[in-house]
Structures are given as structure tokens and as C-alpha cells.
């Protein structure tokens, strides 16, 4: 998950507002940085890096999934639900 934060990638992901999908992935990309050690301070700051590279957020997952781009974050489930 680290690239998706690099200069130059270009992100489709839901509106968290309306998608649930959406919401899903932001807490992927925040799990993954608290499971590599990262505070709490930290990983905010990788979610809001990882969404400065969100050019489009259609209104469900499937939308999401339809669009193009050259990297498509439509489902990431985290690997662990609770610690």
C-alpha cells in the first residue's frame, strides 16, 4: 500500500460518503500502516497523502471498479478485523 501514496499514481475510489466500499478502504489503508508499527498520528497522515491522489470518487464500488485509471481501489479488506 505504500506506492499508492507515490507522486504520479492516480486513484478511483468510491465516495466514502455514499459507498461503504469507500469506507472499507480507508480502513484497509489505516489498519495497514498501525500493523507496520506506524501511530495513530501516522497513519492519518498516510490516509491523507493516499488521498491527494484521488482523482475521481463515483458513487459505489461497481462505479469505481468500471472507471479507469492505473490503480483501482475499489475493495480492500483488511486482513485482520480486530487486534
Request: with cysteine; aromatic share 4%.
Amino acid at each position: 500500500m505504500e506506492r499508492l501514496t507515490n507522486s504520479g499514481v492516480k486513484i478511483v475510489t468510491p465516495d466514502p460518503i455514499s459507498s461503504g466500499s469507500a469506507r472499507w478502504n480507508l480502513l484497509a489503508a489505516y489498519e495497514s500502516q498501525i500493523d507496520q508499527g506506524s501511530t495513530a498520528a501516522q497513519a492519518n497522515t498516510y490516509i491523507n497523502a493516499l488521498i491527494k491522489n484521488v482523482v475521481s470518487e463515483p458513487s459505489s464500488g461497481s462505479k469505481a471498479l468500471s472507471a479507469s485509471s492505473q490503480v483501482r481501489v475499489t475493495s480492500c479488506w483488511p486482513t485482520r478485523a480486530t487486534r
